[in-house]
């Protein structure tokens, strides 16, 4: 196997086996990753300088994994309903299913987390105003965007502690009526 293949393989398992770490208890020592992830100790500081240089490419994985599912809600043309359905659908899921993800976004400071969330509420105000140029009596992009991203908040919080919740999140039934809310506004 190239050496390029071998360092990517190794420097890959790392990251997942930090993000396994953190997920079992909060964070990540050096010598659980090692243990996890099957290499020796100087494997990993080929790879990282260290702890925080570890835990921040866990965080950039996780980051860039949620700017790729955000690349897809921002492309999507159905319509705003259907397409935070299928946002929520997928990040969720990914949720659940994706440690690097979960443990990444756990990591994440609290200015981070705004951030993430202001420009996730920009992208969907844009995506309602866009919709609304056709539908004069739909709640204001910025009101409809705060409610959405609320929504999606709450329910990635909630499912840190009980993971049912983002089963709940995937229902399409929820995503229905968040739909006809941003379609009524005396729904909102």
């Not at 980051?63 to 935070?84: S, W, Y």
Request: glycine residues 8%; contains cysteine.
């Amino acid at each position: 196997m190239p050496t390029q293949a071998r360092g990517y393989r190794t420097r890959s398992a790392l990251v997942l086996a930090a993000a396994h770490e953190v997920d079992r208890t909060g964070d990540a020592s050096m010598s659980g990753v090692c243990r996890r992830a099957g290499v020796s100790r100087g494997a990993l500081s080929h790879h990282f300088s260290g702890k925080q240089d570890l835990l921040r490419a866990l965080r950039d994985e996780a980051r860039g994994t949620l700017r790729l599912l955000l690349r897809h809600f921002v492309a999507d043309r159905r319509p705003v309903a259907e397409a935070l359905c299928r946002l929520a659908e997928q990040l969720f899921r990914r949720l659940r299913q994706d440690v690097v993800l979960r443990s990444g976004l756990a990591l994440l400071d609290p200015r981070e987390v705004a951030a993430l969330q202001a420009q996730f509420t920009c992208l969907v105000r844009r995506r309602i105003a866009r919709e609304q140029r056709t539908a004069a009596s739909a709640p204001g992009p910025a009101q409809a965007a705060t409610l959405v991203v609320s929504v999606f908040g709450g329910l990635e919080a909630l499912g840190r502690r009980d993971p049912r919740w983002w089963y709940l999140a995937e229902s399409v039934g929820l995503w229905q009526q968040l739909g006809r809310a941003l379609a009524e506004p005396e729904a909102v």
